[in-house]
DNA sequence: ATCAATACTTGACGAAGTTAATTAATGGTC
DNA sequence: GACCATTAATTAACTTCGTCAAGTATTGAT
């Protein structure tokens, strides 16, 4: 594994591998070495095929010295599959090692018994087999240790204590990682996103539920409880619709897309309602419907705000399936953020887009690629 | 300069600082390091006075091998002073290696002047002289620098952009660490008091405005636009009262003195009711007066709840001035936080106390300790 | 051609850790 | 009481991984 063959080596992957091609000194000086040590532990990277140098030479100043040869990843020279499981299906990407996905497929899960889930996921890593990756990262939404890679509790799949890891890598024979889905694509939009090279970073999954990804001092926050990032379950309005957790007003109360499905059949009357009636309604200018939309869209932007004014994230990413009303939300996620972001946390930016289904395996993927350039961490 | 003369000499002052007298192997398993590397490193340690061995052999197992010499630090080996700035008063105070408080001194200010305000500084820092503190701690209210020693900006001192650090430097000849002072009381709860072992933590001041600390993987968190922990402006009230940031419904709006005397005035019809009159009617029974403390504790609950689904701190410990009402306030607080608090996060453990006022003091002497055991954190 | 400037490489050295063997101090066993 | 298992601490040889200082490479400007 030549890879981890030195501590210097897995920080100039990783450090290639988030922010791009870049000299010899250029890495030094990121990195707080010498330049001496960065030439020492690349060359060894580049035999094995990992770097290759970039003949590139960019203009430097005016009385410019001798131009630098970059150093960049070759991206093919590895590749790592990625998973998410849903409760009815699986997702499955390829990528190379600077996460550009390579290939998607799709699969249906007849049902979320751990055996039958278990060997669906290996005949898919069977069908990605062409590409050679020895790695394979699973996302799932639930309490999952990522070290042990045990599922806790996965509600859509109703699973307990399964041990996923170890049974996907006895089925496979593949080194297999196994992380929260929110997590994972906080880590690949950390890595390869609009958080890369951010020192803190938030990602807001808005959907069923409401999550988000957090990671500080660049770091990702785990919690020591095992809770974190619950941003759904802040309490916005004392006046507000009862949650599930027991308390009301919460964010999810009033911006999960059941509750705002559930708004606009009680602003209508329609007891039929689904939750793209509702978009198609509002979008035709239903003012009750709208309004729904708008309730729920300054409740997340009051809990976007509540991260921006408790941790400060450098950039803050808003996804997730809910976004397909992204034109009924994004005013007012902004309007609620702007409003209650206090002093300079308002002009934290915020990027607010839907993101393909396939970017939650892609983000399996990237704890994988992570799994491998930094052994422990 | 012994004690930084290796990373393994401050990891283990470090870890004795903060959790106690332990043996090398102990030492040795904490650090991930050899007990080979902790006999070297402690050596010199020892040789310096800042390390001693306790014979004391306590007990192990049954079947008992050799018993351990544990390693402790010698506090007196040299002392820190720390001193926190009010608007109208200097507390300062001298401290041993453990943070164990020796003296404190309390200096009034005449004015905020910069050069007053400095000259002060050196004439309480000569009044401690007699400790032989070579360093120095300062805690300021408001947005600091503390790389640099400056002070961005101090409300209850009007300064702007002031090089405190600079100025009591060269008015003191010691090594002058500058701090905001509620990150320096929760560095100093983190290393020194309840938070001590946590790799998360937070500490929440209720007063005047309602500010958080946060630890989160061990590191403090300073926010990216240099905003974090701004618990105060969280809104957990549409129909709330407007606050001065501009919004409405916020914690600090409700739970804040001056709001907390106004809607007292309010319940009561009397124009010059006063903070503490309010203190003496609700617990005479006013139960007008007890709802708007209801209505406070309340929502700084709201706002611990945040942190705990947000961050996850393994610990929260609550204090202040405001706290001078802690029988007022206690019962609210844990009802708003547990009602809010989702799924583990309400069994984060919260101590709400009131601290004494040195202890803002304590917390600047703990940032210079800090400083000197971990040349850069 | 020469020189200043910048990028990279090389080899000697040193800091700070590791492993493995050794010494130290204890309780239990026959 | 000799012996042994057990745990703690030390020691010495070695490894790793960096730095430093000197030298090489490649350019633009004079």
Request: aromatic share 4%; hydrophobic share 45%; net charge negative.
């Amino acid at each position: 594994m030549p890879l981890a063959a030195s501590p210097a080596a897995a920080a100039i992957m990783t450090a290639l591998v988030t922010a791009g091609p870049q000299s010899r000194v250029a890495l030094a000086r990121r990195l707080g070495l010498s330049s001496a040590a960065i030439t020492k532990a690349a060359r060894p990277l580049i035999d094995d095929g990992y770097l290759r140098e970039l003949g590139a030479t960019e203009r430097t100043g005016p009385g410019a010295g001798r131009p630098a040869s970059p150093l960049a990843v070759r991206p093919e020279r590895e590749y790592f599959a990625g998973i998410k499981l849903t409760g009815d299906e699986l997702i499955g990407v390829v990528c190379d090692l600077t996460a550009t996905v390579r290939v998607v497929e799709h699969r249906p899960l007849r049902s979320a018994d751990v055996e039958h889930v278990v060997g669906e996921i290996a005949a898919m890593t069977r069908d990605l087999a062409g590409w050679g990756a020895r790695r394979l990262g699973l996302a799932v939404s639930g309490d999952v240790d990522r070290s042990s890679g045990l599922v806790r509790y996965s509600p859509f799949l109703r699973w307990h204590d399964i041990t996923l890891g170890k049974l996907v890598a006895s089925a496979t024979g593949l080194t297999v990682t196994v992380e929260n889905d929110v997590k994972a694509l906080t880590t690949a939009e950390h890595w390869f996103g609009e958080g890369a090279g951010a020192d803190s970073f938030a990602l807001v999954t808005v959907g069923s539920g409401i999550g988000c990804g957090l990671v500080v001092n660049g770091r990702p926050v785990s919690g020591s409880h095992g809770v974190a990032g619950e941003i759904g379950h802040l309490g916005v309005d004392p006046a507000g619709p009862d949650c599930h957790c027991g308390s009301r007003g919460c964010v999810e109360a009033i911006a999960g897309t059941e509750p705002i499905a559930a708004a606009a059949r009680a602003a209508t009357g329609r007891a039929d309602l689904s939750i793209d009636d509702a978009y198609a309604l509002a979008r035709a200018g239903n003012a009750g419907v709208a309004a729904v939309f708008a309730r729920a869209g300054e409740a997340i932007g009051l809990g976007i705000a509540a991260v921006a004014n408790l941790v400060g994230p450098a950039r803050i990413v808003v996804s997730g399936e809910g976004l397909a009303a992204y034109d009924l939300f994004e005013p007012h996620i902004r309007a609620g953020f702007e409003r209650q972001a206090f002093g300079a946390a308002a002009e934290i930016p915020l990027s607010i887009r839907p993101l393909p289904f396939e970017e939650w395996a892609r983000g399996a993927a990237a704890v994988s690629i992570q799994s491998r350039l930094v052994p422990l961490a």
